[in-house]
C-alpha cells in the first residue's frame, strides 16, 4: 500500500501569485523534502518543514495542492523538466530519514536514537 504523498507551493508574500517553493510532505511518517534553490536539489527537512506550516504568519504564504498542480508550476520553482515520480520521492524521504537519523546519532553518541524525532 502506498502512502500517499502531500504538495505544498510557496509564496514569497501573501500577496503573491506565483509560487516560489515547493514542499513534498509524508505526513504519516513526519517526513518532508523542500525544493533547495541555492542547491538546486531536494533536501530533506521535516523541521524546517514543519515549522514553516505551523507558522501562523505563513498561512497565506502557502497552498495545499494535487500532485497535478504541482507539477504543472515545477518546471518554473525548479528549473527541472519534471517532478520526480512517487516512488522516487519515498526513495528520497527514507534516505533523508536515514541519514537525519544517523546524523543525530553521531551528534548525540547514541547508537541508535529509535524514534526520536
Not at 68 to 93: C, S, W, Y
Amino acid at each position: 500500500m502506498s502512502r500517499s504523498l502531500s504538495y505544498y507551493l510557496l509564496y514569497r508574500t501573501d500577496q503573491s501569485t506565483v509560487p516560489a517553493g515547493l514542499f513534498v510532505v509524508d505526513a504519516s511518517q513526519g517526513e518532508a523534502l523542500l525544493w533547495d534553490h541555492r542547491r538546486g536539489a531536494w533536501a530533506y527537512d521535516p523541521g524546517l518543514v514543519t515549522r514553516f506550516l505551523d507558522d501562523y504568519r505563513n498561512v497565506d504564504r502557502y497552498e495545499n495542492v494535487d500532485r497535478m498542480r504541482a507539477e504543472q508550476v515545477a518546471q518554473a520553482i525548479t528549473g527541472v523538466p519534471e517532478l520526480p515520480d512517487e516512488t522516487a520521492f519515498h526513495m528520497m524521504l527514507a534516505s533523508g530519514a536515514a541519514g537525519y537519523s544517523a546524523d543525530r546519532s553521531a551528534q548525540s553518541g547514541v547508537a541508535d536514537p529509535s524514534g526520536d524525532r
